[in-house]
């Protein structure tokens, strides 16, 4: 089988992708600086990077660097006679170039997940579709986002990653997304923190990493991002 296109991955890949939360330590001018690093390090390493900082800092960061800036969650509806709802086109509006769909710190009914994968797409941005496990993974890649994000929430945020912790489960997760949605590149996330993390994942098969702690939660985040592009 052909390797996909290039252009079904349109936030680059393999992908390292920064997800800041709401960690205290970044947020406002905090999460600017951290996109700074993530993009300068990035580009020094030859490595597609992306962040998704809280909704009310995307558009001072998207203004801030060229790298993708992803919301972590949008709604489904339209714009339109909706208060304090986020519709995809708010976040193209303020620069952003895709979003976390149903990350598991905020998980949506599974029937909604088409729908804010539809949307994302009339409003030209790149659906990261967040699982957290092989059999959900495979429901939800018939979807068709461009990425599909594999998560077991027990090992979220803490220091035992997915890749070394879980092997099976990227390996369970790439086979089974190929078989549905060949073009949808796989990335894992959960307790990444080392190179070796890094680069044990992308010798399962899976096409980036999604990051949180490793660099929020860092003395250096900085630092943190330079250790975590060494495993690319
Ligand atoms: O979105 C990525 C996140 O859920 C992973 O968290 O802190 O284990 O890297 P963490």
Do not use: W
Not at 67 to 78: G, K, R
Not at 93 to 120: D, F, K, Q
């Amino acid at each position: 089988m052909p390797p996909p296109s290039t252009e079904t991955a349109p936030l680059g890949r393999p992908l390292l992708l920064l997800n800041l939360k709401v960690y205290p330590g970044s947020l406002g001018p905090a999460a600017e600086r951290v996109a700074r690093y993530l993009e300068e390090l990035g580009r020094a390493a030859g490595v597609s990077v992306a962040i998704a900082p809280a909704t009310p800092d995307l558009g001072r960061v998207a203004a801030a660097v060229e790298i993708p800036v992803l919301a972590q969650h949008v709604d489904p509806m339209s714009p339109g006679a909706h208060t304090g709802f986020v519709p995809a086109e708010s976040i193209a509006a303020a620069g952003g170039r895709g979003s976390l769909v149903n990350h598991s710190e905020h998980p949506i009914r599974p029937a909604l997940v088409a729908a804010v994968v539809t949307r994302l797409g009339e409003a030209g941005l790149a659906a990261v579709v967040c699982a957290p496990t092989p059999p959900v993974a495979r429901r939800l890649a018939r979807y068709g986002a461009p990425y599909l994000a594999i998560e077991p929430p027990e090992l979220i945020g803490g220091d035992r990653a997915v890749s070394t912790a879980r092997p099976e489960v990227i390996t369970e997760t790439v086979e089974s997304v190929r078989a549905v949605a060949p073009s949808t590149s796989v990335l894992c996330g959960a307790g990444v923190h080392r190179s070796a993390d890094v680069r044990r994942a992308l010798e399962l098969g899976a096409r980036g990493i999604l990051v949180a702690s490793a660099v929020t939660r860092a003395p250096s985040p900085r630092a943190a991002i330079e250790e975590l592009l060494a495993g690319f």
